[in-house]
């Protein structure tokens, strides 16, 4: 764990921090992102003032502030995008009809890194080795997703309203990743991935999630005791979710919540 590069928040720079983490190295900073967003907001004048610089539309574009970052250091997606065109990599929107996107969707594990934001806070989902991690700035330390939980997270994230992005393209190497496939980080427990107070709502995403998981998990030769917890968990979400319609809503929600939580359990 201590090969991987992981930056710790500070003050509202998640944005950097993302940047590094999905990159694994100390590539950007606040003043480079700045000049970034300065130019995106250029640009943008540039563009505005082709209607016209006598315009209202253009006198009430130059009053308004940036749209591309502010005094707490928060920057937009344009400027993570603009960030990582750099280095050759893109940014797809998960929920798009890019097929990219959806391989990603129907294979999550099967990508390299996502970034993810939700009110103002960016962070990173990668894969180093053979292994995911969630690289959140806020995290004291890396923490471990497999393979199994990985759709059930991303999910989830969709559920509470997180916009998520498959990033594409080449990333830069790392010794984190050739150190991590020799030697693949081991985690006693499964940590609680997904928000303890999790929506009971039916939500397709999440469903479809449950699904591709159990049948991930059941294609594995010899599931250890985790596995086989999580896979009873999935199935007793998919039997609320394909109850008969004469049976109480109340009683359907809380079956699905009581096998979502039996999947976050250590």
Known sequence: MDAIFHEKQDGSLCAQHCLNSLLQGSYFNAVDLGSLASRLDEEEREQMAEGGVDTEDYRTFLQQPSSNMDDSGYFSVQVISSALQVWGLELVPYCSTDERAKSALENPSQM?????????HWFTIRKIGNQWFNLNSLLAKPQLISDTYLSLFLAQLRNEGYSIFVVFGQLPECQADEVLKTNPVISASNPRYLAPSISTESDPDLQAALRLSLQSSEQQDSPDSDD??????????LQALSSSPDEEEDDEDALLKKAIMMSLQC
């Open 112 to 120: 390299q890194a996502f970034i993810c934001n939700y009110k103002e």
């Open 228 to 237: 086989r917890e999580l896979q009873e968990a999935m199935r007793l979400s």
